[in-house]
Nanobody
Framework: QVQLVESGGGLVQAGGSLRLSCAAS????????MGWFRQAPGKEREFVAA????????GYTDSVKGRFTISRDNTKNTVYLQMNSLKPEDTAVYYC????????????????????WGQGTQVTVSS
């Protein structure tokens, strides 16, 4: 059983930056595709970014391209989400997720495609 713990959220002004971390225990992340999702009040959980484990390829939702960067450090069993030029519309609870099973070379964008989830970390961007 893999446990994921997010950290790094907080309150930031528009234009600022935050770096979210997702630390795993109970199993390696090196053989898992990883993703970040977010959920704003009254909205469905939406895909933000993903990284596969074979090539380290990444994918992003259009609204964060050029501003957010997903990365992984397999030696630390941690995945990161660097968020720059934050906007008020980025305000949400951010979740990291790990996918088990086949498809390590893919970029997975649906919540149902992931097996393990963290508890989430709040990101609030003030205008």
């Amino acid at each position: 059983q893999v446990q994921l713990v997010e950290s790094g959220g907080g309150l930031v002004q528009a234009g600022g930056s935050l770096r979210l971390s997702c630390a795993a225990s109970g199993g390696p992340l090196s053989n898992k595709a990883m993703g970040w999702f977010r959920q704003a009040p009254g909205k469905e959980r939406e895909f933000v970014a993903a990284i596969n484990w074979i090539w380290g390829s990444t994918g992003y939702t259009d609204s964060v391209k050029g501003r957010f960067t997903i990365s992984r450090d397999n030696t630390k069993n941690t995945v990161y989400l660097q968020m720059n030029s934050l906007k008020p519309e980025d305000t949400a609870v951010y979740y990291c997720a790990a996918r088990t099973g086949p498809g390590g070379a893919g970029i997975w964008t649906m919540p149902s495609e992931y097996t393990y989830w963290g508890q989430g970390t709040q990101v609030t961007v003030s205008s």
